[in-house]
């Protein structure tokens, strides 16, 4: 007699059906993360290669290695994606003039490539997660236009300070909604400050020191009601309760930046080479490196030593006060006190350098026995006798 098997419950199939439909889409979205992983691991391979980097640096940047890219040099995953690149001060750079783009990376969050002396150009765009970019202390050149601003919708904190760009303050940074930090300082950026700036409503730090910008302060920056720190090159403005736009229109309609600026300017970079710091941001809320040097200082040549960077220790203590004695007449904050470029150049050069190739004064004296005179002091100090203590 022929068996007959009965069907399966309607409800074991449907179940089957169910276990079945779960396997594959958990499959195929394992497969899916997987592949976007390795499309960032790609994407950082071909950062590598057109940052030109020293044969070892970032060495396990590999194509055969993209398995383990949440492993690699400064390299951070979360949620199977690359989230963060951090390889500041690694030394990644040859030299050799480079022309990198970064891209392919949507789930990229932080972004840093300071302090690695790259020259040429590096570009961003298509990276709509990114909230974090570092690209201070290089030598990148030209402008900033080849930045993508509108497809980094997310950027909160962009720090270009101390490279080599030349071109106009970029314009496309005003696309940046949610931008709070802005560093572009320390450059050879030209022309005038974009009264567009003034629309970057949730700017709370906006640094431009350092440039070669002309023509007056737009006033439209007194529309930056979140703004705690403005930083032009002549004068750091803080926040002090609702008084600050007020203060932001005085000096928009009343200061235009002049030869007297750029002596500010210089005297800010003195302080910087003596001591090591930049300009904001080291001292406190409220603080620059110019109030913190003439509090420490009571701008004194004498309390110099205690502002001096410990790296510049072989430097002849005499040679650090005279530097930090011109400085501190660069930073009068009456900009007739200061004193003009030309006389900058003649204080630094006249410092009377004791080498040990130069003569004894008793070798030096004349045979007819009379006394050497005393040495002159710089015309420096007889300029401005009130700095003298």
Same mark, same amino acid.
Not at 235 to 241: A, N, V
Not at 283 to 287: A, D, L, M
């Given at each position: 007699?022929?068996?007959?098997r009965?069907p399966?419950?309607l409800?074991l199939v449907?179940?089957?059906?169910?276990?079945l439909?779960?396997?594959?889409?958990?499959?195929n979205?394992?497969?899916?993360?997987?592949?976007?992983?390795?499309?960032?691991?790609?994407a950082?391979?071909?950062?590598?290669?057109s940052?030109?980097?020293?044969?070892?640096?970032?060495?396990d940047?590999?194509a055969?290695?993209?398995?383990a890219?949440?492993?690699w040099t400064?390299?951070r995953?979360?949620?199977g994606?690359?989230?963060s690149?951090d390889?500041?001060?690694m030394?990644?750079?040859?030299g050799?003039?480079?022309?990198?783009?970064v891209?392919g990376?949507?789930?990229?969050a932080?972004?840093s490539?300071?302090?690695?002396g790259?020259?040429?150009?590096?570009?961003?765009?298509?990276l709509?997660?990114l909230?974090?970019?570092?690209?201070?202390?290089? @030598?990148?050149?030209?402008g900033?236009?080849?930045?993508?601003?509108a497809?980094?919708?997310?950027l909160?904190?962009f720090?270009a300070?101390?490279?080599?760009f030349?071109s106009?303050?970029?314009?496309?940074?005003?696309a940046?909604?949610?931008?709070?930090?802005?560093?572009?300082g320390?450059n050879?950026?030209?022309?005038?400050?974009?009264?567009?700036?003034?629309g970057?409503?949730?700017?709370?730090?906006?640094?431009?020191?350092?440039?070669?910008?002309?023509?007056a302060?737009p006033?439209?920056l007194?529309?930056?009601t979140?703004?705690?720190?403005l930083?032009?090159?002549?004068?750091?403005?803080?926040?002090?309760?609702?008084?600050?736009? @007020?203060?932001?229109k005085?000096?928009?309609?009343?200061?235009?930046?002049?030869?007297k600026?750029?002596v500010y300017?210089?005297?800010?970079?003195?302080?910087?080479?003596?001591?090591?710091?930049?300009p904001?941001?080291d001292?406190?809320?409220?603080?620059d490196i110019?109030q913190w040097?003439k509090?420490v200082?009571?701008?004194?040549?004498?309390?110099?030593?205690r502002?001096?960077d410990?790296r510049?220790?072989?430097?002849?203590?005499?040679?650090?006060?005279?530097?930090f004695?011109?400085?501190?007449?660069?930073? @009068?904050e009456?900009?007739?006190?200061?004193?003009t470029?030309?006389?900058?150049?003649?204080m630094l050069?006249?410092?009377?350098?004791h080498?040990?190739?130069?003569p004894?004064?008793?070798?030096?004296?004349?045979e007819?026995g009379?006394e050497?005179s005393?040495?002159?002091?710089?015309n420096?100090?007889?300029?401005f006798p009130?700095?003298?203590?």
């Open positions: 007699m022929a068996s007959c009965r399966a419950p409800r449907v179940f089957l059906a169910i276990v439909l779960r396997w594959s889409t958990n499959g979205a394992a497969a899916g993360g997987d592949d976007a992983l390795r499309g960032d691991a790609l950082l391979v071909r950062l590598r290669a940052l030109r980097c020293h044969a070892h640096a970032l060495r940047w590999s055969g290695n993209v398995a890219v949440c492993a400064g390299v995953c979360a949620g994606r690359v989230v690149v390889v500041a001060n030394n990644v750079s040859t050799a003039p480079v022309s990198a783009a891209a990376l949507d789930a990229l932080n972004l490539l300071a302090g690695n790259i020259v040429g150009a590096v570009t961003a765009s298509a709509p997660a909230r974090f970019v570092n690209v201070s202390g290089n @030598q990148l050149g030209g900033l236009d080849g930045w993508d601003f497809s980094l919708p997310s909160e904190v720090d300070y101390d490279n080599n030349s106009p303050l970029p314009a496309g940074v005003v940046l909604r949610r931008l709070r930090y802005l560093d572009l320390g050879f950026f030209s022309g005038e400050i974009p009264a567009a700036y003034g970057m409503a949730a700017l709370e730090y906006l640094s431009l020191n350092g440039n070669n910008l002309q023509g302060i006033p439209e007194g529309n930056l979140s703004l705690r720190e930083y032009l090159g002549f004068e750091t403005i803080f926040k002090i309760s609702g008084e600050f736009c @007020q203060r932001v005085e000096y928009a309609y009343t200061l235009r930046v002049d030869e600026s750029d300017s210089y005297g800010v970079v003195l302080l910087e080479l003596i001591t090591g710091r930049r904001v941001g001292f406190g809320e409220g603080v110019v040097t509090r200082t009571d701008g004194r040549r004498e309390s110099v030593h502002i001096v410990r510049i220790s072989t430097v002849p203590m005499d040679e650090v006060a005279h530097i004695f011109v400085s501190m007449l660069c930073v @009068q009456n900009s007739v006190e200061r004193p470029m030309r006389e900058v150049v003649q050069s006249e410092f009377p350098r080498g040990s190739d130069q004894s004064p008793s070798s030096s004296a004349p007819t009379e050497s005393p040495e002159k002091e710089p420096c100090y007889k300029l009130d700095l003298l203590t």
